[in-house]
């Protein structure tokens, strides 16, 4: 029997408590064995002036994931051409990793503009999709989202403020390290 795989990428700048909650639920309600937060070197979509360097925000993914069973952040489109393509990550995963079926994760944001997505009738020909609710866009499934974003994080140690509550504890003192320089 195949083991289930969820696929949540993203940029990960950095890791909250809000991706883990999220990763955590997704795994229970979509009846995944296990999920990888896909940490990603480059998105398409995004500026890559703005994010962390991508072995910190990947150490750090997985420093905030440890003992957390069945949630783990890889940095397998680490090793891939960039730009990072959904479609060339979950091709690629699939040849590498023939004993897992992929099921690829993500927010109703991304899912109201999937038609924008490099082969996005590929991905749904030949892989699941699970949608989660987000930014008022709603979802496939339930889950219940934590007011926190990475975005905030950064602002938040830029002014000095406090992220206590928003990472996990065990990675305050390196998140404010790596983005206070």
Not at 151 to 159: A, F, G, P, S
Request: charged share 25%; proline share 6%.
């Amino acid at each position: 029997m195949l083991k289930t795989t969820g696929i949540f990428g993203g940029s990960f700048n950095p890791i909250h408590c809000g991706h883990i909650t999220l990763a955590q639920q997704l795994r229970e309600q979509a009846g995944l064995d296990e999920v990888w937060l896909m940490v990603s070197p480059q998105n398409p979509l995004k500026h890559e002036a703005d994010l962390a360097d991508d072995r910190q925000r990947l150490l750090l993914a997985r420093k905030a994931l440890e003992g957390l069973e069945g949630v783990e952040a890889s940095d397998y489109e680490m090793k891939l051409p960039k730009p990072s393509y959904t479609w060339n990550t979950l091709r690629s995963l699939q040849c590498d990793f023939p004993e897992r079926k992929f099921v690829l994760l993500i927010g109703g944001d991304n899912w109201a503009k999937f038609e924008r997505w490099w082969h996005w009738k590929d991905i749904l020909r030949h892989f699941d999709v699970v949608v989660y609710p987000r930014d008022e866009h709603p979802g496939t499934i339930e889950a219940e989202l934590l007011p926190v974003s990475s975005t905030e994080i950064r602002q938040r140690v830029c002014r000095g403020e406090s992220i206590s509550g928003l990472v996990p504890e065990c990675i305050v003192n390196d998140v404010i390290k790596m983005y206070s320089e």
